[in-house]
């Protein structure tokens, strides 16, 4: 039986993990942290006179609140010994704001939160959501990646990217930690009930028209939010540490996956680009960075690694579907 | 003579039926190579009949027919829909199994029954309920693009083909082929022929040149319709996943050889080799004739080609006095012929693999067989 804390829980790719180990009977407390307040999903499984789930607000990208929390009677008396980091990722579709609130604070909580799991003797797993998008892409429409692939360390990488590949690098250095086992999933585009994307950077933020590149539009590997929950409960039962790509066998490219979720992409020459680049950095803006990879090569990411070793198998299939407007949309279904 | 790169490991022996041939030079440790005993041992096995014909891979599931995009459903109803397990190997049903679309448009009134039938198969290829495989191949792009490449292949090009009995019906397999002319259109005609001769109908999934993926437009082209970049997890993926692969491993040698060479094949890379080892894939030689003479080079500019940032620059008959239309090829007749299959995969195993010489051994066998095939079929 383990004692899970789960990170960002308030987000909804949190509140899908929380909502899966809930029903895990391997699983005995939850505690759920959140910079919100609890999302209402939760009301069911905090009611009764002693819950398995307990709520938690903190900010994980300051130092104090994280020590508060790593040193309280709660995280004692819960006898956590797992803990899952789902880091701040991007907006729902219809969100009015974004709910990254920087890309700095997505690292200092990897980093902190590494930390103090390394500080508490009690834990002894550690499994970080990461993303895919770390990757650096050969030239191609659509290439297969595996866990050996190289990162990209390109200084042009979008920022959003890069600070995804600090925290991968962050939890990178602790994989052979011999006390604590350290898992990272890397999982491409999530794709959420009702059509909402996330961890996507080319898609991050609020809805709206997106430059591109013309002549790429690269392929976008997708997983269901469902199965990434799926591959963090594997993750959590199994015995292995290492990294793990975590995918589905769908694909689309990157103008109807921004077409379907409300940030349709306009595809400009190169020079356009990096002049709005340029006209966006003034600002003070993240330009679209007119030679970043991402922008014109897409990946598949093999996934053999995690059905070998975790058992893991996405069994979610994400398809298209018309909406209530009579939109198209993506929408995941299970079998 | 040309120096022997011995990093990519091209070739060791002389073309058959040329005693020093004029582009491959002579191997400088051939006398050694003669005089090793691993050596002449693969050479008695390669000579040696095959134990037993290759068994075609069993087939887990079949999704069904679609022949484009998905009609789209309310969201209400996605949950209820069954969905089919997610497939072990890609496969396509036979032609009598394939239900006749219906006609859409234009282009499906240029087509017969028979052609849209093997199209249809393709949308089998998809493993997802997007209508986009993981490699971008699109069945709706390529259902519009084929009506053109059909023309050119029955018009054009005239091509004519045989030995057709050795193209695999199922399961994994590496079709290897010479390569030539300016534009791929090599290729093209071949992914039309095998898909036009095979049941169940099949489509080669070409592997191509790395520089190709950089290219604006095109690097969209091919993967829609089902060419894939030549990187090792790609190949190795397409086979596992029991696909048809189409390779030139001459690479940019073939396209870039000068007219004095047409018809003689290059150094091949290695890295196919390894692949069908471990993949148990059988290997199917196919001499693609007429391609070296729909652009013939007569000289290429490398200092300039190096200063633009390309492969190569070609000086042909047309280009570049006629500017970009002086690429297009001239209306050669083409003939394709598929040879036996070379199942070293039942010998070596994927152990074989591992063994650089072997590997390198083979890879020579293969280009032999190429050479063998086009100089039988060029009289």
């Not at chain 1, 980093?111 to 998008?133: D, I, M, P, T, Y």
């Not at chain 1, 340029?278 to 993240?286: C, E, I, Y």
């Not at chain 2, 996943?241 to 018809?263: A, S, W």
Request: glycine letters at 8%; aromatic letters at 8%.
């Amino acid at each position: 039986m383990r004692n899970v804390l789960v990170t960002h829980a308030d987000e909804p790719i949190g509140r899908r993990v929380v909502k899966t180990l809930f029903h895990d009977p391997d699983v005995g407390r939850l505690l759920a942290i959140g910079e919100g307040p609890p999302p209402r999903a939760f009301d069911r499984f905090l009611a009764g006179a002693e819950p398995r789930l307990a709520y938690v607000r903190a900010d994980l990208a300051r130092h104090r609140p994280v020590s508060v929390l790593f040193h309280s009677p709660g995280f004692r008396e819960a006898e956590i010994d797992t803990v899952v980091h789902v880091p701040r990722h991007g907006a729902a579709a219809d969100a009015h704001a974004p709910i990254v609130a920087g890309v700095a604070e997505r690292t200092a909580e990897a980093r902190l939160l590494l930390q103090h799991c390394l500080e508490a003797n009690e834990v002894r797993s550690l499994v970080a959501l990461g993303s895919a998008f770390v990757y650096r892409l050969p030239p191609g429409n659509a290439n297969r990646l595996d866990e050996q692939s190289e990162l990209d360390l390109d200084p042009d990488v979008l920022p959003e990217t890069r600070s995804w590949i600090d925290c991968d690098m962050i939890f990178h250095g602790e994989l052979h930690n011999d006390r604590m086992r350290v898992v990272l999933l890397r999982v491409p585009t999530v794709v959420a009930e009702g059509g909402f994307v996330y961890l996507n950077p080319l898609l991050a933020g609020p809805p709206g028209v997106r430059l591109r590149r013309l002549g790429f539009d690269p392929i976008c590997a997708l997983v269901s939010d469902k199965d990434v929950a799926r591959a963090v409960q594997a993750a959590l039962h199994s015995p292995h540490p290492g990294i793990y790509n975590v995918a589905g066998c769908e694909a689309v490219p990157l103008s109807l996956l921004g077409r379907w979720t409300g940030r349709p992409s306009l595809p400009v020459p190169r020079a356009l680009l990096a002049a709005a680049d340029r006209a966006a950095q003034l600002f003070g803006h993240d330009g679209a960075r007119a030679n970043a990879s991402h922008l014109r090569f897409g990946f598949t990411l093999d996934t053999r690694r995690a059905e070998r070793e975790l058992g893991f198998r996405a069994t979610n299939r994400i398809g298209l579907a018309r909406a209530g407007d009579g939109s198209l949309r993506l929408e995941t279904a299970s079998l | 003579m040309k120096e022997l790169d011995l990093a990519t490991a091209d070739v060791w022996e002389d073309a058959p039926g040329g005693e020093g041939g004029p582009l491959l030079g002579r191997d400088p440790f051939a006398d050694v190579v003669e005089a090793d005993p691993f050596v002449a041992r693969l050479e008695q096995l390669a000579l040696a009949p095959p134990a037993r014909a290759p068994r075609p891979a069993r087939l887990h599931a079949v999704a069904p027919a679609r022949t484009s995009l998905p009609a789209p459903v309310p969201a209400r109803e996605v949950r209820r829909v069954p969905t089919p397990l997610r497939r072990r190997r890609a496969a396509t049903p036979s032609l009598a199994e394939i239900d006749l679309p219906e006609v859409q448009g234009l282009v499906d009134r240029l087509l017969g029954e028979e052609d849209r039938r093997r199209i249809a198969a393709i949308a089998h290829l998809v493993d997802g309920d997007t209508p986009f495989d993981r490699f971008g191949l699109s069945p709706e792009v390529f259902r519009q693009a084929f009506p053109i490449f059909h023309a050119l292949y029955r018009w054009y090009f005239r091509v004519a083909s045989s030995g057709h009995e050795h193209l695999p019906a199922e399961g994994p397999a590496l079709l290897v082929a010479n390569h030539g002319g300016l534009l791929p259109f090599d290729g093209a005609m071949a992914i039309v022929d095998v898909l036009l001769h095979s049941d169940p109908p099949r489509l080669a999934r070409t592997i191509v040149d790395r520089w190709a993926g950089g290219l604006p437009w095109v690097n969209v082209f091919y993967a829609r319709v089902g060419q894939v970049i030549g990187t090792r997890e790609n190949f190795s993926d397409l086979l596992d996943d029991g696909q048809l692969v189409l390779v030139f491993p001459e690479g940019m040698d073939g396209v870039r050889k000068p007219i004095t060479q047409r018809y003689r094949v290059q150094g091949f890379h290695l890295g196919f080799v390894e692949q069908a080892l471990r993949a148990r894939a059988p290997i199917v030689p196919v001499a693609i004739l007429g391609s070296d003479d729909q652009a013939p080079i007569l000289a290429d500019v490398k200092p300039l080609a190096k200063l633009l940032g390309l492969p190569f620059l070609p000086v042909t008959p047309t280009f570049p006095w006629l500017g970009p239309l002086g690429l297009l090829p001239y209306p050669v007749r083409y003939r394709i012929v598929y040879g036996e299959p070379l199942c070293y995969h039942e010998r070596f195993g994927p152990e074989g693999a591992e063994d650089a010489r072997l590997v390198r051994y083979l890879a020579n066998q293969v280009r032999r067989a190429v050479q063998v095939l086009i100089d039988r079929n060029r009289s």
